[in-house]
């Protein structure tokens, strides 16, 4: 495992296997905690007959927030201490958390009105947004701080895994918290515990590296995309964290990436698309009641993280293709998955084409980012991280509420509509990127 590799005086880090492990677990809850509660919510506005639009507009506040401030935070970290600012990240999503489930629970119960309860869910939600996006940054300035530059992008990329592996933790644990006592919001009051350990043992164990009044050690850590099982690390953090720091600016529309990255943006709507309409469509599919439909939801999702994941660390790596060649095959091979999600009506067939969008997106996604990374030269490489980052972000702003004004209507139509915008796309690719 990569995180194995990190050990005490080895490697070319001064860091204790220890430390690394706080590290870890901070970046991990982060995820897992967050694509947890995507398995739940779907059924949480079903119960409350709250309509599906408010749901997604009520769950993408905190990713809005994420991508605006994530950039800040990884300033900031800079300035004001990295072990602080991890506290801070962590303790927003305890917060966060616990209150997300208090109002929900409210709203259940009838205490309040479920369109009250999901406003104050959005406004408890918008702390994770605002405060959880310090985490990544910090850790990863924290671990740069700690590492010989020749080892930081192998110690960073053990670091950056942990957001991969809580993409598949997260929705499996979800339905273990599902419990009588507290019903469909468990997974919140669960991952609040979780979390609120983890800070404890951070705030413990992990060595202050603002100590004496001095600032900290030299190494930078950068914004990191929105936690989803649509968006494991790509590698544009690992770029950010470890090019050096210059004044480059960049814009979007600089003809050198402007290609790649309008097939990221393009990729990365339908990728935010099915992830909010995907368990409803589970539900609807199936036929489920609210409650207990939290288990085949996640059995979907986990299915599609690993499909994610198997492209991004088995497939690619052995196969060696192009960055055009990994965004035309596999916005083909998440067409044909949206073609099967169209029309499948049993868990079998909601997973097989779940699987396959998501491994389509496996490879679209490093395509994307390597690509625009090869445009440019090496002193520009912190910035079009910063893009890439940016890109990966931006779908989460219009997609979820659009892609839900659609569903209402016909829960075919969006399925259709990604899967025909994934086989353009990738004839896109083919004809216009080199």
Sequence with gaps: MQLMAVRRGVGGTAMRRGHFVL????????????????????????????????VAIAYTISAVLWVLLAPMWARASDRHGRKALILLGVGGFVISSLLCGLALEAGLSGIVGGMAAFILFGIARAIYGALGSAT???????????????????????LASSFGLGTVIGPAMAPLFV?????????????????????LSVWRWLPDDMKHGRGPRAGHG????????????????????????????????DPRIRGWIVAGVASGHAQAAVLTYLGFLVIDRLALAPMGSEGPIAIVLMAGAAATLAAQWGLIPRLAM?????????????????????????????????????????????????????????GEQGAIA????????????????????????????????????????????????D
């Design 322 to 378: 192009t960055a055009r060649a990994l965004i035309a095959v596999g916005s083909l091979v998440a067409a044909g998955g949206f073609a099967v999600l169209s029309f499948a009506d049993d868990l079998y067939g909601l997973v097989v084409g779940f699987s396959l969008a998501s491994l389509g997106f496996g490879f679209t996604r490093p395509g994307f980012t390597g690509g625009a990374s090869l445009a440019v030269s090496l």
């Design 386 to 433: 910063g893009i890439i980052t940016s890109a990966n972000g931006v779908s989460y702003i219009a997609a979820p509420t659009i892609v839900m004004l659609i569903y209402q209507f016909d829960s075919t139509v969006p399925s259709i509509l990604c899967g025909l915008g994934m086989a353009l796309l990738a004839a896109w690719t083919w004809r216009r990127l």
């Design 222 to 253: 950068a914004a990191m995309s929105y936690p989803s099982i649509a968006t494991p690390t790509t590698g544009a953090s690992v770029i950010a964290s470890t090019a050096p720091r210059s004044g480059v600016r960049m814009r979007w529309s």
């Design 179 to 199: 419990l009588p006592i507290v019903g469909l919001p468990g997974p919140f009051f669960g991952f609040a515990l979780i979390g609120l350990a983890v800070w």
């Design 23 to 54: 590290l870890y677990a901070a970046m991990l809850v982060a995820a897992s905690g967050n694509t947890a509660v995507q398995s739940v919510m779907p059924a949480i506005g079903r119960a409350m007959a709250i309509p599906d639009v408010v």
């Design 136 to 158: 990544p940054s910090a850790t990863q300035a924290y671990l740069a701080s700690k590492t010989r530059r020749t080892a930081r992008v192998a110690a960073l990329s053990a």
